[in-house]
């Protein structure tokens, strides 16, 4: 099947001569992938570079992989994260760095075929601090729908998350559970925030007879659409590796390298946008000498903080319906996304909350693990994530191995953070199943890396990075004419959210600029 959508290297080389391609982007993840649908879209030439092959046709959840437990304390979870483990490319940490779990997905669709699918949007207060306020009035003012709706097929809005009819909200006995546990938790001086569903990026039913779903979204189904289709406005090169970009006069000659043979090629383009991920791209950059030019490439590799916990209990054979919600809400002084899932499935990695799983009675008295079938326990997942600054002491370093090397350093919650979690998740627990007197589960940490969100080493211009920055409100890095990035590692902030539907925004305003 690569042999039928993938080009001929030696050809591309030729055609980039004249400049053929009217765009070149490496990376067909979230962000490069839609990007060249946007582009392909309006009529523009597009060469799309990826360093892997082909590997999914699809997001892994529409195809095979490990059945879904939702009482075992491997899950409630997509098990997506085990298919992530196994094709995710090494990293290795420099002396003195913590532990790094993450790493880049090499292949036709990138990460976005095994990502966990949550969509929420940077809150208004994160986004008036850290982005240009052309970019926050572009995603409040609709950019963030447009998005959500493409990675949904149009499916859902917003405004109404899931099919009609498929779940009644506001009817919900979760829902009510909920709120009250994050208005006790809330101080009574305070309105507590409000609780809503969690979106999710797919098409869950059929928009007809004879019509499938397009299920979880990945880039990778349209691309696949176009090259089956021979689309002349897409020519994609797999596996394929840029090494290194020049600038000579107006236009960029790439340096770049078959992964299947190891020899060496040259593709020219007047415009290029680097879209191979926080990591990724910028060890492009780092190799043409951009930080030479600009100090801030590679410095800030931040990831958020996210905790879990999980807890089961007893239903007397009358289990809750599947449920997954959300809150923005602030953590002591720290801004936080709350979501919590009940007995629906979760992208919360094995590495956090497993080993502190609660097993409760329907008396609210805490058992054995091994007791527990699925027949007659409900779970719930609660998973917080922290908004972090960009840390300016992490980075990826310019080392000549042939995988990438970073530094990282964690300031994680302290002790008053913690109490404060745990306390939260003690009411959700006592709100939405058995009371109990016993202190709630215990929440853990996941690995620096683990859901893919890094950000900040090709930082964009904002209020609080306007004269370190490497990008601007436009993407282009600064003192190079088209020359782009459009990945994670623009983000100025690693905000309390999952940043994938942000990114997917900054994708299509990215190609409307493109193509004024």
Known sequence: MADHI??????????SKNFYFDFVIVGSGLAGG????????????????????????????NTSRPHWQRSSTQGPSQDNDVVYSAVKDKVHIAAGSDPYVGGPVYCLGGRSTVWGLYSPKINDSTLKAYFPDTISKWLTGGGYDKAFSLMTNESQTYSTVYPQGLNALEETEVKKDLDKAIKDFCSPTKSAPTVSFAPLAMEFN???????PQGAYSTADYLLDRLYARDDRLTLLLNTEVLSLERIGSSYNLSVRSVIDRSIHQIGSRNVILSAGTIGTVT???????QTLLPKVGKGLTDHEIWGA???????????????????MKIGEKQALVNVAVNAESFLSRDIGTSHTQHLTNKGKVKSA????????????ITIEYEASLAEDNEVLANPSTDPVVFVKRVTADETQQSAMQKLAKLVRNNLCAYSDDPGPRLGLAGFGVGAHEVGTMRLRG??????YVVDENLQVK????????????????????????LVALAMRLGDHLTK
């Open 6 to 15: 993938a080009s001929d290297i030696e050809r591309v080389c030729q055609l």
């Open 34 to 61: 839609v990007l060249a649908r946007t582009l392909i879209e309006k009529d523009k030439k597009v060469l799309l570079i990826e360093k892997g092959g082909l590997t999914f046709s699809t997001h892994c959840l």
């Open 206 to 212: 059929s928009a007809g007879l004879y019509h499938f």
């Open 284 to 290: 492009i950059a780092l190799n043409s000498g951009l």
């Open 310 to 328: 999980r807890f089961i209990w007893d239903n007397e054979g009358k289990g809750k319906d599947p449920m997954k919600l959300q809150c923005e």
């Open 370 to 381: 091994e007791s527990s079938t699925d027949a007659n326990h409900d779970m719930v997942n």
């Open 463 to 468: 209020p609080k990075t306007l004269n370190d």
């Open 479 to 502: 003192n190079r004419p088209n020359l782009y990035v459009c990945d994670l590692s623009v983000l100025p902030v690693s905000p309390a959210a999952n940043p994938s539907v942000t």
